[in-house]
């Protein structure tokens, strides 16, 4: 382009600063509104949101809580359905005096659980431009909840085998309810794939299952050693399929991916286990290059894998009844990294490895395809249920907490985020994971052989290290440090139309609050990250999502106020209503109201 000419897809925003502000702030030129939040009504004959008086009957029909992964399906040009997975709740900031769990009413346990799950709502444009408000007038067939009760189907091979029947469910095929839904992704046949993530903490009696049975409890986190872990929720003084010593295969009934309609508010939603089951962060689609259906797939664990499943049967477009069967039939990868340099840790003295960069080569080892393991000692149905059994003795490679993927549709790049680990040592960082102590987190590209999602093996490189660039342990794709923002600790990614990334963070390490950035992967600015919006106070950035018209950028703004000690009484945020209002998590829209593309 000649000098001064207007690059399509060139990111030009001025990043925003770092700062603890109550505030969603936006780059300059841009604006925001609150799209919905949480206790707006969703179902008919909700009423309006009153926090001192909230009742279970009104949450489950309201918006839930902590909002994650949000994604939208057009209606026509001007409208559309806005999905959100409600990730877990913060009773000590949603009732007043909350004793904690063992002591609660039991009606606030309900409440929490009918803010667990997900909406669809129904938007509309506000206006001509990437403004979006909720429809609030006249019927809104599709809006919906999903909470904590509502009924589901299991699929897959490991359905209705003996690990998922329980006294109430003996055939092994119904479960009530998903939990912890963290991010997620879409099917090309317009579902929403959602991943239940830290569920392992909504179950107690963990100390009272057979001895054989606690190390498949403990391999995911399950408390097994007291009746009643500190802090917990306590559902099961709702609802006793959370106690194991009761119902000691309830818990392999959760920790799947979840197949949701938005279109159809009637339809169950399914769980497929063919996806095996793990602290699910996101499931993200793509057609291989024969046309069957990939989803990949970070377990959120320090020390945790990444996976990938690959259909038996290929997409076809138009024919759903068969589209709808593609994710319970197919072969279950997890993924292991070889670095081609001698290790060398990202340490501070600015060292990178001899060829240049933290990168190699990869596979996808197979655990289990339909009713075949591939695994010795376990049978299909195992591999599925305990996953991360069979991963370790794949040897697949221990990775820094494993969340979002994204496949960059321009360029057919996979990034997987890598949120942070502070339990890397010197002696077991590799090269897919170069720092040791690693607290803000790094980046990870891979490029599948041939540009195909089915393929088996993989080239990969690591494109961001992050943190402060005043410190010489980051690494900005050889980007220069004095001009990139700050960021740690990186969850949700998300791929503009021009095929730039956008990273949300959870947890940022640097003093600041977390927010929304932009980086481009190819060309003269890869490695150029720069703030694009911070988040209000104790809160965390999801989403995001840049609509693919280019004008709207959605985020969803999770725990708001989520800091230690804060309380009702005690309120450390007041957004989105301000004043002396309590916080909301909610999902906010920015736009540009003179009719730009978001970043540009
Ligand atoms: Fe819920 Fe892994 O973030
Ligand atoms: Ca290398
Ligand atoms: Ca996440
Ligand atoms: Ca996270």
């Known amino acids: 382009a000649a000098t001064g000419a207007r690059q399509p897809g060139r ?8 700062n603890t502000a109550d505030a969603l702030t936006v780059a300059d030129g841009y604006r925001s509104s609150v799209v919905v939040r949480w206790g707006d009504p969703v179902l008919p004959g909700a009423p309006e949101f009153d926090f001192d008086a909230q009742t279970s009957r009104a949450q489950a029909r309201q918006f839930g809580y902590n909002c994650d992964f949000v994604t939208f399906f057009p209606l026509g040009r001007d409208r559309g359905l806005l999905w959100v997975n409600h990730e877990y709740t913060d009773e000590e900031l949603m009732f007043r005096g909350y004793p904690g769990g063992d002591t609660a009413p039991v009606e606030l346990i309900e409440i929490a659980m009918a803010a667990h799950g997900g909406s669809v709502v129904e938007i509309e444009r506000a206006g001509r431009g990437g403004e979006w408000r909720l429809v609030t007038r006249g019927r809104r067939r599709y809006n919906r909840r999903v909470t904590a009760r509502t009924e589901m189907r299991l699929t897959g091979p490991a359905a209705g085998s003996e690990l998922l029947r329980t006294a109430a469910d003996p055939r092994g095929t119904t479960v009530y309810g ?39 409890l403990a391999r995911y986190g399950v408390d097994t050693a007291v009746a009643v872990p500190a802090g917990s929720r306590r559902f099961d003084r709702a609802d006793e399929r959370f106690d194991l010593a009761r119902h000691p295969n309830e818990v392999n009934r959760f920790g799947w991916v979840v197949e949701i309609d938005p279109f159809d508010p009637d339809a169950a939603p399914v769980k497929r286990t063919a996806l095996g089951r793990f602290a699910h962060e996101a499931a993200t689609t793509t057609l291989t290059r024969d046309g069957r259906v990939a989803v990949y797939m970070g377990d959120d664990g320090r020390f945790e894998y990444i996976y990938k499943f690959v259909s038996d049967g290929r997409f076809v477009p138009g024919f759903d009844r068969h589209n709808r069967t593609l ?62 059994i069979a991963a370790d003795k794949a040897g697949a490679t221990k990775m820094d907490r494993p969340e979002d993927i994204e496949r960059n549709p321009v360029t057919g790049a996979v990034y997987v985020a890598l949120t942070n680990n502070t339990r890397r040592t010197a002696t077991d960082a590799d090269e897919a994971n170069p720092r ?7 980046l990870l590209e891979i490029s599948e052989r041939g540009g195909d999602a089915g393929a088996t093996s993989f080239g990969w490189a690591v494109p961001l290290v992050c943190g402060d660039p005043a410190d010489p342990a980051t690494y900005f794709a050889g980007y220069d440090r004095g001009q990139v923002s700050p960021i740690s ?3 949700n990614l998300a791929i503009d139309p021009a095929g730039n990334l956008w990273i ?9 609050n977390d927010g929304i950035f932009a980086m481009p992967v190819r060309g003269p600015e890869r490695g150029r990250v720069r703030q694009f919006l911070t988040v209000p106070r104790g809160a965390e950035a999801c989403g995001p999502l840049v609509t693919a018209d280019g004008l709207s950028l959605f985020v969803a703004v999770q725990h708001p106020g989520e800091i230690t000690g804060a309380s009702p009484d005690a309120p450390a945020s007041h957004w989105p209503d301000g004043g002396a209002a309590q916080p909301r998590p909610s999902v906010a829209v920015v736009w540009h109201p003179g009719g730009e593309r978001i970043g540009s």
């Open 11 to 18: 990111l030009r925003f001025t990043a925003v600063a770092p």
């Open 489 to 491: 600790c990186p969850d």
């Open 327 to 388: 994710l319970d039939q197919g072969t279950l990868y997890v993924a292991r990294f070889t670095g081609d340099s001698p290790a060398v840790e990202i340490d501070g003295s600015g060292r990178l490895p001899a060829d240049g960069g933290f990168d190699g080569a990869g596979s996808w080892i197979p655990l289990v395809r339909g009713d075949r393991s591939f695994v010795a000692g376990m049978t299909a149905a195992e591999v599925l249920v305990h996953t991360r």
């Open 504 to 512: 949300a963070t959870d947890g940022n390490a640097l003093g600041a």
């Open 436 to 442: 040791a102590n690693n607290k803000h987190g790094h």
């Open 178 to 216: 998903m939990l912890n839904n963290c991010s997620g992704g879409t099917t090309p046949w317009r579902t929403v794939l959602s991943g239940e993530e830290n569920w392992n903490q909504y179950f107690v009696g963990g100390n009272g299952v057979p001895e054989d049975r606690k190390p498949f």
